[in-house]
Every structure is written in structure tokens, then in C-alpha cells.
């Protein structure tokens, strides 16, 4: 963790891409207590605290929405990253996000390490495939930004590991199918 946070936090990239419009329901979740971006789009306030620009809907909803004299702005993004960072979100806006999103990160090594030792049984590999993973660019690079690469990850990655192991659990048969 304290890897991933020194190369997220040195590096310090601006919130861009999609991670904004993340946070932005977020914001609205919280604030509004729905998903209508709309009157967050136009009122500035509510982004400029992680974002430092006009922020637009164009591309990040629906162009009907955009055509229309539409009373909501609903984003092409489902809920599911904004619902999973909401509790990082909640305890300190995008930092907060940022840090819940390298604790993911750290959990995806954590369970590239298990993986690969139930599948070898053997720890020095299963460590040095942690390590390799960890010090990648393309990894440590993603650590700790709003994307859903993640949580595609940890959760392809716990999938594998219940398959594996624990397939003839009820309590786990339950958990996969979540």
C-alpha cells in the first residue's frame, strides 16, 4: 500500500478522463441525493473542488439528453464505480477517493499472490508475481485513480480463487454469484 500510495501521490496526476464525471455523481449522490447531473453540470461549485476547469456533459451522457430541452442529465457510466468509492468519497472527497482506490489496488496484489500460490503452491513464485505486478508501470501507474480496472481485477481475480478453492461452499457459490 504505502508503494502504491508514494507513486500515486508523488506522481500526482490531475483528476482527468472519466474520473471526474466519477466523482461528480458522487457529488450528486451525496448532495442531491440522485443521480440528475444536470444542475451539477451548470453550477461549478460542485465540481471545482476536484476539478480545476469547466467541466461539460458532452460524451458523458446520453446525446438525446444534450438535443433535447431534457429537465436531466443521466451519464452513460453505470453506478457501480461511484457506489464503491462512495465511503472514500464520503471521508474525503477525491483524496479520499484516491486512497480507497489504492487500497483496491494493494487488495489486487494481495490476491494476485494467493492466486498464484494456489494455483503453484509454491510462495517464492507466488511473491515474485506480486512484486512483478506491484512494480509495473502499467499497474502502479493505475493505482489509486477512479477507473474500473481495479475492481475488474480484485473481482476477476476472487472469481478465480473461489472457483479454485472453494467452489463447493454454499456461502461462497453466494458470493460468486453476487
Known amino acids: 500500500f504505502i508503494g502504491l500510495a508514494f507513486v500515486r501521490f508523488h506522481v500526482s496526476h490531475a483528476v482527468t478522463g ?4 466519477y466523482l461528480l455523481m458522487d457529488y450528486s449522490l451525496v448532495h442531491d441525493h440522485d443521480l440528475n447531473l444536470k444542475n451539477n453540470y451548470q453550477n461549478s461549485a ?8 469547466p467541466l461539460g456533459p458532452e460524451g458523458q451522457v446520453d446525446a438525446q ?12 457510466h453505470g453506478i457501480g464505480v461511484p457506489v464503491i468509492v462512495l465511503p472514500g468519497y464520503l471521508a474525503d472527497g477525491a483524496i479520499g477517493v484516491s486512497v480507497e482506490m489504492t487500497i ?16 503453484t503452491k509454491r510462495r517464492g513464485l507466488a511473491i515474485t508475481s ?6 509495473t508501470l502499467f499497474f502502479s501507474g493505475l493505482a489509486g485513480y477512479i477507473y474500473p480496472d481495479m475492481v475488474i481485477a480484485g473481482v476477476t481475480l476472487g472469481a478465480l480463487i ?3 478453492r472453494y467452489y463447493k461452499s454454499p456461502a461462497y457459490q453466494f458470493l460468486f454469484g453476487i
Open 18 to 21: 472519466d474520473e471526474p464525471h
Open 46 to 53: 460542485d465540481y471545482y473542488t476536484f476539478y480545476p476547469g
Open 65 to 76: 439528453q444534450l438535443k433535447s430541452d431534457s429537465p436531466s442529465f443521466y451519464s452513460v
Open 104 to 119: 483496491i489496488a494493494t487488495a489486487v496484489v494481495w490476491l494476485t499472490w494467493l492466486w498464484t500460490f494456489q494455483v
Open 130 to 135: 506480486a512484486a512483478l505486478l506491484a512494480s
Open 162 to 164: 473461489i472457483l479454485n
